[in-house]
């Protein structure tokens, strides 16, 4: 039974991989919107820059790769904070919550909020401020379930719904994404995996804010409502590797490959490793790559490409217990302001 499981994922992923040579469009840029969707807020899956969507697990893996999920071995709960091109006054503030359903099921949440400070109210009377300010509200809220098919196989799903809005505009849409991670080697050390993420309705932007007043050549008050055009969520697709090398029974090194394809920009690329001390102590590194990297006035260029690095440092409550307490960091260089730190606190009960 399991050799047709695999042969079907094989089948899955080459279809896929098919499919990912003719996507990435840099001719689309800005055509999607809720871009904070492709946005990790994840301390320390974001200090390898997303690449280790193969060997992902628990929580995180809701973001990169939800079959990871299925590793969660009881209940984990994780809370992130990010400051988002640091000097932008944009932050991101995540929590999320999983949990072991019997011996093979994990059922996970996570809640992720955007806030971009207070930004002033500007009219066609008054282009430069009227005094009064307005504060954006971008939440996602995700429910997934994660299942592990055989020792090696596993896979999940995950629905999210998105809302954006400020005082007197809204839109609000769901998304799909599902994930599967293949587990082989003598100490499961190969993986692979591949997630299709951001596949929902589009997105339409309604409210009072876009009606507007006129008069009409008789001097009568009209009010007429602007159509907002609706747009389509940024879908990707993420095919990576990683292996892990072991040296004696405390470190473990693992390296890893992704390559994402995006409907709405170039795609991307990149590599990364992460040390690990008795799973203590780790320091992981990443670099993403998408073309015209080096260019500085590249069409469509991404803010979420180049270098990541980041830590953790991981401990027990009480020596020989299984629960454990960590604390995440993670760099993100960026192109413009001053790059992206997160920081993340993790519980294993």
């Given amino acids: 039974m399991n050799k047709y499981i695999t042969k079907y994922i094989l089948a899955f992923c080459l279809m896929f ?26 301390a320390r899956s974001a200090g390898m820059h997303s690449i280790n969507q193969a ?78 300010t307005y504060n ?35 839109a609000s849409g769901v998304a799909f994404d599902t994930g599967i991670q293949y587990v082989t080697g003598e100490n499961d050390q ?24 006129t008069i009409n050549p008789v001097g009568e008050a009209l009010n007429y409502e602007s159509r907002s055009e609706v747009f389509e969520m940024p879908s990707l697709l993420n095919i990576g590797g990683a292996y892990d090398f072991y040296f004696g029974d405390d470190h473990r090194l693992t390296a890893a490959a992704n390559f994402t394809s995006n409907s709405f920009r170039s795609d991307f690329i990149g590599g990364g490793l992460e040390y690990a001390f008795r799973e203590a102590f780790m320091l992981r590194a990443g670099y993403k790559y998408e073309e015209g990297a080096f260019e500085s006035l590249a069409v469509g260029r991404s803010n979420l490409t180049g270098l990541a690095a980041g830590l953790t440092i991981e401990l027990p409550f009480k020596k020989g217990g299984e629960s454990t307490f960590a604390l995440d960091y993670a760099y993100r260089t960026t192109h413009i302001y001053n790059g992206s730190h997160s920081i993340g606190v993790r519980i294993n009960l």
Avoid at 20 to 39: M, P, T, W, Y
Avoid at 68 to 84: D, H, R
Avoid at 143 to 169: D, Q
């Fill in 17 to 42: 991989v098919t499919i990912s040579v003719f996507a990435g469009n840099k001719d689309r840029v800005g055509q999607a919107g809720a871009s904070e969707l492709i946005i990790n807020p994840w």
């Fill in 55 to 132: 060997s992902t697990r628990g929580l995180e893996a809701m973001r990169l790769n939800v079959g990871g999920l299925a590793f969660t071995p009881k209940t984990e709960v994780v809370l992130s904070a990010t400051s988002w091109m640091n000097g932008s006054e944009i932050n991101l503030t995540s929590f999320g919550i999983s949990q072991a359903l019997g011996e093979s099921g994990v059922l996970g949440v996570s809640i992720m909020a955007v806030s971009y400070g207070d930004i002033e109210v500007t009219t066609t009377e008054n282009p430069t401020g009227n005094g009064a």
């Fill in 136 to 170: 954006p509200s971008f939440t996602n809220i995700g429910v997934a379930y994660a299942k592990s098919f055989s020792e090696s196989i596993h896979g999940g799903v995950l629905v999210r719904v998105i809302t954006e809005s400020i005082s007197n505009v809204t």
């Fill in 190 to 213: 190969i993986k692979f995996g591949i997630a299709l993420r951001n596949i929902g309705t589009p997105l339409k932007f309604k409210g009072d804010g876009l009606i507007q007043e």
